[in-house]
């Protein structure tokens, strides 16, 4: 007999199902959320969803190749830095509940294609405004559970070699 899924597991994975289907609501704005629509990758030409630009793996911190994780972004607050997310489409972004929460969303900007942020003229990169949050209605700021959420962008970005979605989980894996 199998092992029961760890705790949480089955709330997350249900969660993100129903997002991904758009039946969820409780986003911070008072419009329902839209759905996140499946990775159009055919406008992209060669573009593959969550495929490194690198034929190795980082483990325990080594520096990564400009553009190697082309679906990684950077949260900036007041144009500061604070926290990280993952592009999952051309208009949704994924991040830790704990990184928007009790955040003013007009302050929220998403950057992509940064690499380091120490060096200026590294690689070109822009940002998206927020256009609504919405975090995992199970979240606990005490237990740090269910720490996941969505960022719709208000404009979508275009995929290419340097920029494209991370692989979402297959329906019911």
Not at 29 to 39: D, F, G, I, T
Not at 51 to 65: C, D, F
Not at 93 to 100: D, E, I, L, Q
Request: aromatic share 10%; charged share 25%.
């Amino acid at each position: 007999m199998p092992a029961p899924a760890p705790h949480g597991f089955q709330d997350y994975a249900s969660w993100w199902q129903e997002l991904i289907s758009g039946f969820i609501s409780g986003s911070d704005e008072s419009s329902p959320p839209e759905p996140v629509k499946p990775v159009d990758l055919e406008k992209c030409g060669s573009c593959t969803c969550g495929l490194i630009n690198k034929k190795t793996r980082i483990v325990g911190g080594q520096v990564t190749y400009v553009h190697q994780y082309p679906w990684m972004a950077l949260l900036m607050y007041k144009k500061r830095f604070y926290c990280g997310a993952t592009l999952i489409n051309n208009l949704y972004v994924m991040t830790a509940a704990h990184c928007v929460h009790q955040f003013d969303k007009k302050h929220i900007s998403v950057r992509f294609l940064e690499h380091d942020r120490s060096t200026g003229n590294e690689s070109e990169h822009f940002d998206r405004k927020v256009k609504w949050i919405t975090k995992h209605k199970g979240y606990s700021t005490t237990t740090f559970n269910n720490d996941i959420a969505l960022i719709r962008l208000e404009e979508e970005v275009k995929y290419d070699e340097k920029l494209r979605p991370v692989c979402l989980p297959v329906r019911g894996k």
